[in-house]
């Protein structure tokens, strides 16, 4: 039988907005793929939103950073990430 790989399930968390810099995502690690960060005005003003990924990085298991980004302070974050297996995904 050949071994084949399976494609990571997508992970979803919102989270409060934060000055930029750390933003604890629990359940995120290193080791993991990000897929997109969105900001939203307000955690239920999905229509006023804007497309942050670019900005942001894992930098640590539960963390992710945009040091040098915009500032989401006065909303939350949609961060969407792939779940990486440690040996490969």
Do not use: R
């Not at 039988?1 to 290193?30: F, K, N, R, W, Y």
């Not at 080791?31 to 239920?44: E, F, G, K, N, P």
């Amino acid at each position: 039988m050949a071994t084949t790989h399976i494609t990571s399930p997508l992970q979803v968390a919102l989270v409060d907005g934060a000055a930029a810099g750390d933003v604890t995502v629990t359940g995120i690690e290193s080791q993991d793929s990000l897929v997109s960060v969105t900001s939203l005005a307000s955690a239920t003003d999905v229509l006023s939103t804007g497309d942050l990924t670019s900005e942001f990085s894992i930098t640590a298991d539960d963390t992710i950073n945009n040091a040098t980004g915009t500032s989401s302070a006065d909303g939350a974050l949609l961060v969407v990430w792939i779940k990486n297996s440690p040996y490969g995904v």
